[in-house]
Nanobody, 122 residues
Framework: QVRLVESGGGLVQPGGSLRLSCAAS????????MGWFRQAPGYEREFVAS????????YYADFVKGRFTISRDTAKNTVYLQMNSLKPEDTAVYYC???????????????WGQGTQVTVSS
């Protein structure tokens, strides 16, 4: 079992930045690929970014390329999502998830956090 707890969400103005964190506990964090997904009201959950166990393979959704950066710190059992140049359409609940292999679809992930709200508004 892996327990995931997200933090770092909040209210930010358009063009601003936030860094989300996802702290993992339980089984070895380093053996899991990690991903970030988001879900806005009335919309399905969508892929944002993922990173492989060693951090070598990284994937982004097209709509965040050049703005968001995923990273992981094995010593701290934490994965991050640095979000820059935020737009109102980035408003959503952001979830981190753990999988055996790096993936871009939600059904490949076995463990999920409870989510953290990100609101981009002036």
């Amino acid at each position: 079992q892996v327990r995931l707890v997200e933090s770092g969400g909040g209210l930010v103005q358009p063009g601003g930045s936030l860094r989300l964190s996802c702290a993992a506990s339980g089984r070895s964090f380093s053996s899991y690929a990690m991903g970030w997904f988001r879900q806005a009201p009335g919309y399905e959950r969508e892929f944002v970014a993922s990173i492989s166990t060693g951090g070598v393979s990284i994937y982004y959704a097209d709509f965040v390329k050049g703005r968001f950066t995923i990273s992981r710190d094995t010593a701290k059992n934490t994965v991050y999502l640095q979000m820059n140049s935020l737009k109102p359409e980035d408003t959503a609940v952001y979830y981190c998830a753990a999988a055996a292999l790096v993936a871009t679809v939600s059904h490949d992930y076995d463990y999920w956090g409870q989510g953290t709200q990100v609101t981009v508004s002036s």
